[in-house]
């Protein structure tokens, strides 16, 4: 009786490194890993970056530029908020409204001209309209204004012929540097007509209203 001979059979990973061998292929002990380090150089700049970034210097060029943005504004812009109806129809109360302040820095003021300005007899800043420049005479006779013996047309009136003299009895000129104020809506403007000094001086005029920004359905130019 014949002996059986039996002969294994190779396994899998045995095939494999006998691939790798006729491959030329030399197997590694060692796991291969990703190099996830930085140069010491890179690590060092950004370091320094971080370092530098400093949140309160950033914070405070902010706060000095609003600032200088409000100064600027504070130089050049008068915000008011028109409390009567003296200037009915051409502002109304509660009429919010701009000045120029620089308008007559290198400028005269004109007849006509509506303007801020501080009244020391009534101790608050006035919206009122120029009507008497310096060296003008004017009357006011018949319901009308006359400036230098003519008629003056007032189309921004909110009545026309109704112009009371107040205690204004005769024609007057205006002083040098001074000047003459009245409102539009002249049955309800406490004015020069009614004031113990009849007159305001250039360096109390503080600017020229040139805006309304509210209310947004009147919102634009003012005057001329």
């Given at each position: 009786m014949g002996e059986e001979h039996t002969q294994s059979s190779p396994n899998f990973m045995d095939l494999v490194a006998e691939n790798n061998r006729v491959a030329g292929v030399e197997e590694c002990d060692e796991p291969l890993t990703g190099n996830t380090s930085f140069p010491d150089d890179e690590i060092k700049e950004l370091t320094e970056g971080v370092k530098k970034f400093k949140p309160w210097k950033s914070f405070m060029f902010y706060v000095i530029a609003?600032?200088?943005?409000?100064?600027?504004?504070?130089?050049f812009i008068f915000?008011?908020?028109?409390?009567?109806?003296s200037m009915e129809k051409?502002?109304?109360?509660?009429?919010?409204?701009?000045?120029?302040?620089?308008?007559?820095?290198?400028s005269d003021v004109e007849r006509e001209d509506i303007v801020i300005f501080n009244s020391a007899e009534e101790g608050r800043y006035l919206v009122k309209r120029v009507?008497?420049?310096?060296?003008?005479e004017i009357e006011i006779n018949g319901?009308?204004?006359?400036?230098?013996?003519e008629k003056l047309n007032e189309d921004y009136l909110k009545q026309q012929g109704?112009?009371?003299?107040?205690?204004?009895?005769?024609?007057?000129?205006?002083?040098?540097?001074?000047?003459f104020m009245l409102g539009d809506n002249r049955l309800n403007s406490l004015d020069a007509r009614y004031w113990e000094n009849k007159f305001i001086s250039k360096k109390d005029i503080i600017a020229k209203v040139i805006f309304r920004y509210y209310p947004f359905d009147s919102m634009g130019k003012v005057g001329d």
């Open positions: 609003i600032l200088i943005f409000f100064l600027i504004l504070n130089t915000n008011a908020v028109i409390p009567s109806s051409t502002i109304n109360p509660n009429d919010r409204v701009i000045g120029l302040k620089s308008a007559y820095w290198f009507i008497g420049l310096p060296g003008d319901g009308c204004v006359y400036v230098n013996g109704v112009t009371d003299s107040g205690t204004i009895k005769e024609p007057f000129t205006v002083p040098d540097d001074c000047y």
